[in-house]
């Protein structure tokens, strides 16, 4: 009990002095995570106005299909990730295995379902009161996807948010694609899983508690942002 | 605003004219659904001139036939013909306004359909006017009271200025202050121009906009005559018990 407050107080330490290796740590995570997000909103959003708004032969197969990739295990991304680009995969002549863009790419495939599943949700029950006055001023069913997704913006970024939380806790994915490789791929929760294994709990903890300060600053954003939104009755 | 609907004087207006121009036309339509006749109507043309006012008991097909004539729903045989050059619109019972500002729903549309910058600003200053909106332009859509969310439609469906207004019960839930608001609105666009198709449960609305009614019970028009004429002597047995509000089955 005794090293685990003295490992907890040197964690802050850590944490307040401005540890450049912690910090560097800190900063790729975001970096890799955000990134994936932003390429994975940009997928997955449209994508899932798309689904909930038409109409085709097929439709619900996809629907349940992207739904159950939501719940995709990591390391199996991370391993189907690392077959396309290991030197003898289709994708090996890129040479992105065991770099941060590997991790994200990962990271992309591990959340866009994600946020194309809880989007398509979003935006079909505001399709359903929005419809038939879209139709009426003449939008064709495709063409309300740009008005759905900006009047949805405010709930959609819940579904962003799910994203980003899945991103950032993650582990197996970017562990087989990164390989946590020392000042280059080596992630806040890689780290926390080696240096935990090694003994060194000060910089597995201080990552943890910045881990967990991100997870509450990020939700309490998008719920401040909400609630403004729907104080203005714009969500 | 408000004063100005006082002070209007609600004439009845003349009968259709049968040589006006036909603004549309049902021929043959029905609208079939679990092998029940929703609405089955052999002939219907509508023609340009004082409002057609849709009247019937709950379930006679009122809302499906606005629809089908707005052409938001499909008939399972038939057609209905109109010129399609003819800009139409629709006001729903519930407005349903997207989540903008009062100024930004009316924009939307005129944006939808190209319509340049400069000139959008000046329509929808004017709309706002017309709507006595100017001063909540900014705020939001959602937050504007029952009354005030029905006018702001109400203008944005006559942004693009339509030949063809489809009105479905767009008083049901206003008080009196508000409907007549609402009912100076239609007037105006029905002077300026525009044919208006309306859905109403209420006489006391029918007989101050005038015009004619469609009379539908069980999905089949029963009766198109002069509002005058209908209330005062309706011809079917269905459409006096309705007028009696008595029960229809």
């Not at chain 1, 689904?51 to 197969?61: C, H, M, N």
Request: net charge positive; hydrophobic share 50%; proline share 5%.
């Amino acid at each position: 009990m005794q090293d685990f407050a003295s490992s907890l107080h040197s964690s802050f330490g850590m944490i307040l002095s401005g540890d450049a290796q912690l910090w560097a740590i800190v900063l790729l995570s975001l970096r890799v995570s955000l990134t994936a997000v932003m390429i994975a909103s940009v997928i997955g959003l449209p994508l899932g106005a798309f689904l909930a708004v038409s109409r085709f032969r097929g439709r619900q197969i996809l629907v349940v299909m992207i739904n159950a990739l939501m719940g995709l295990p990591p390391v199996v991304v991370g391993l189907l990730v690392y077959l396309m680009l290991s030197n003898s995969g289709p994708l090996g002549v890129l040479q992105l295995l065991y770099t941060p863009t590997a991790m994200i790419i990962a990271q992309v495939v591990l959340i866009t379902p994600i946020i194309a599943a809880l989007s398509r949700q979003i935006i079909q029950v505001l399709d359903a009161e929005y419809d038939e006055q879209l139709r009426s001023i003449g939008l064709s069913r495709l063409g309300s996807i740009p008005v759905l997704l900006w009047d949805g913006r405010y709930n959609l970024l819940t579904a962003v948010l799910a994203g980003f939380g899945r991103a950032i806790a993650e582990v197996g994915a970017v562990i087989i694609v990164g390989g946590n490789i020392n000042h280059v791929t080596r992630v806040m929760t890689t780290s926390i899983a080696l240096e935990t294994s090694k003994g060194n709990l000060e910089l597995a903890l201080a990552l943890g508690v910045i881990l967990l300060l991100l997870a509450l600053i990020v939700n309490a954003a998008v719920s401040f942002i909400g609630q403004g939104a729907r104080q203005t009755a714009y969500a | 605003m408000l004063e100005q609907v006082n002070k209007a004087v609600w004439q009845t207006s003349p009968i259709m004219d049968p040589k006006a121009p036909t603004v549309l036309e049902l021929c043959d339509i029905r609208l079939i659904r679990d092998e029940q006749h929703l609405v089955n109507i052999p002939n219907l043309t509508i023609r340009q001139g004082a409002p057609t006012l849709i009247m019937g008991p709950n379930g006679a097909g009122k809302s499906l036939l606005l629809r089908l004539m707005h052409g938001l729903i499909s008939p399972t045989q038939g057609r209905v013909d109109f010129d399609t050059d003819v800009q139409q619109a629709m006001v729903f019972q519930r407005p349903v306004l997207l989540r903008r500002s009062v100024a930004g729903n009316i924009d939307f549309v005129l944006k939808a359909h190209r319509i340049p910058r400069a000139v959008r600003k000046d329509r929808v200053n004017a709309l706002l006017r017309m709507a006595d909106l100017i001063p909540k332009a900014r705020q939001s859509a959602r937050t504007l009271s029952g009354g005030e969310q029905q006018r702001l439609a109400l203008v944005r469906a006559l942004a693009l200025k339509p030949k063809i207004l489809f009105l479905d019960e767009p008083t049901a839930s206003l008080d009196p202050s508000a409907t007549h608001a609402i009912e100076a609105l239609i007037r105006q666009a029905n002077d300026a121009g525009t044919k208006i198709i309306m859905v109403t449960h209420d006489p006391g609305q029918a007989s101050r906009l005038g015009g004619e009614i469609v009379f539908l019970h069980k999905g089949q028009v029963l009766e198109q005559t002069g509002v005058s004429d209908f209330l005062t002597e309706p011809k079917s047995t269905a459409a006096k018990h309705y007028l009696a509000g008595g029960l229809l089955f």
